[in-house]
């Protein structure tokens, strides 16, 4: 298989419990950030996405939370599945600069059954 | 959402060597972007596609290198110039797509998986 996140940090989660996956961002002016799931082989799908003006948003077994005051973005996974082996960036879009987002570094999940 | 594919899914080339990667859109989009994922770490912005115009790089990336072509909103191509086995990558495009008509997202293609020999 290819090396997507062979040098990334790494949450052993097991099956069942709940992950949480920590990013913190670098500029203080962006204000939209979107959390994507990245398997193996496959390019980043879209998972949930925050503005800047809320500091909680729920999707399905979701959770992203916001604290601008430190610069720190998490996602929480209820009830993690298999299927949730992944890697897992945040990205930020940084305001002034448009369109563009920059990524987070990454963590990879990996679920024991 | 927007359904993106690339061409190829992967190659394996020569060192000096050209290789131009497609991106197709299932529908019209204004913004198409090209990254660079390098073995084992995230994505990094190469440029900005702009429809009818030239591309719009990010630092580091010039257009000698990464000619970038979008002669229309659905599609978009990304040439790899002069390959050294450094540009070994994975290459992704997305597009700005906004889903129950909010907020704009990106979304990404598949990605074309590069081994440079």
């Known amino acids: 298989g290819e090396s997507v996140g062979l040098h990334l940090p790494t949450l052993s989660v097991q099956e069942g419990d709940n992950s949480i996956i920590n990013c913190a961002y670098s500029n203080s002016a962006s204000d939209y950030f979107i959390w994507y799931k990245q398997e193996s082989g496959k390019g980043p799908q879209f998972i949930i996405d925050?503005?800047?003006?809320?500091d909680k948003r729920q999707g399905q077994r979701v959770t992203v939370l916001l604290n601008k005051t430190v610069k720190h973005l998490s996602l929480q996974i209820a009830a993690t599945q298999p299927g949730d082996s992944a890697v897992y960036f945040c990205?930020?879009?940084?305001?002034?600069?448009?369109?563009?987002?920059?990524f987070g570094g990454g963590t990879r999940v990996l679920v024991k059954p | 959402s927007a359904v993106i594919s690339q061409k190829p899914s992967r190659d394996i080339c020569q060192r000096g060597t050209s290789l131009t990667i497609q991106c197709q859109v299932d529908?019209?989009?204004?913004?198409m972007f090209w990254y660079r994922q390098q073995p084992g770490q995230s994505l990094t912005l190469i440029a900005t596609a702009n429809q009818g115009s030239e591309a719009t790089y990010e630092s580091g990336f010039v257009i000698d290198k990464f000619p970038i072509s979008r002669p229309n909103l659905t599609f978009s191509t990304l040439t790899v110039s002069n390959m050294s086995p450094e540009d070994s990558s994975i290459y992704l495009c997305?597009?700005?797509?906004?889903?129950?008509?909010?907020?704009?997202?990106?979304?990404f293609g598949p990605g074309t998986r590069l081994l440079v020999l």
């Open positions: 997305s597009v700005e797509w906004a889903t129950g008509g909010t907020q704009e997202t990106q979304y």
């Open positions: 925050i503005r800047s003006n809320m």
């Open positions: 529908s019209q989009v204004t913004m």
């Open positions: 990205a930020e879009n940084m305001g002034a600069a448009g369109n563009k987002l920059t």
